[in-house]
């Protein structure tokens, strides 16, 4: 196969990667939203304060189009006679990190709801989406140690 053609699979792997990690970030931050906004008109509704911390809960899931980012930018320099793997990481690491972006996001939205109508537990809650979150972080590092142990990088030679 022609080495650019490898080349530019290689490419299609690392932006697969960030594409998927940021997809589920979109969902888990458009679900917590809609709980946070639906949280928010709850207690409007009801002359009580609304809570800040909804906001901080909507944004959570954000953190893993980050992790797609890192993992994208080792994901670009694998060699190209490696391609299979670019595309292979790409697909698998970036699917493992939106998904724990989507539940994130559909965690922080039960959040928003038990915040909202207890005014307890935030600390709680920022542990179990961080527990959550873990996953993509194994991800993330797991596929990184394997291409550098793999010796597919370019600087690894």
């Known amino acids: 196969?022609?080495?650019?053609?490898?080349?530019?699979?290689?490419?299609?792997?690392?932006?697969?990667?960030?594409?998927?990690?940021?997809?589920?970030?979109?969902?888990?931050c458009g679900v917590s939203a809609a709980s946070a906004i639906g949280s928010w008109k709850k207690c409007y509704a009801q002359g009580k304060a609304a809570p800040f911390q909804l906001s901080i809960l909507t944004g959570?899931?954000?953190?893993?189009?980050?992790y797609g980012m890192i993992l994208m930018g080792s994901v670009l320099?694998?060699?190209a006679a490696y391609w299979p793997v670019a595309l292979l990481i790409g697909f698998l690491g970036g699917f493992a990190i939106g998904y724990s972006a989507a539940?994130?996001?559909?965690?922080?939205?039960?959040?928003?709801?038990?915040?909202t109508e207890t005014g307890k537990g935030f600390v709680n809650y920022l542990i179990a989406l961080g527990i959550v979150e873990t996953i993509a972080i194994f991800?993330?590092?797991f596929a990184m140690m394997f291409m550098n142990n793999a010796g597919i990088l370019q600087n690894a030679g």
């Open 103 to 115: 539940y994130q996001g559909r965690a922080a939205a039960g959040a928003c709801d038990a915040l």
């Open 60 to 66: 959570v899931p954000m953190s893993q189009t980050i």
């Open 139 to 141: 991800v993330l590092a």
């Open 1 to 28: 196969m022609n080495g650019s053609i490898q080349q530019a699979l290689v490419y299609l792997g690392a932006f697969v990667t960030f594409g998927m990690a940021a997809s589920g970030s979109v969902y888990g």
């Open 77 to 79: 320099n694998i060699q």
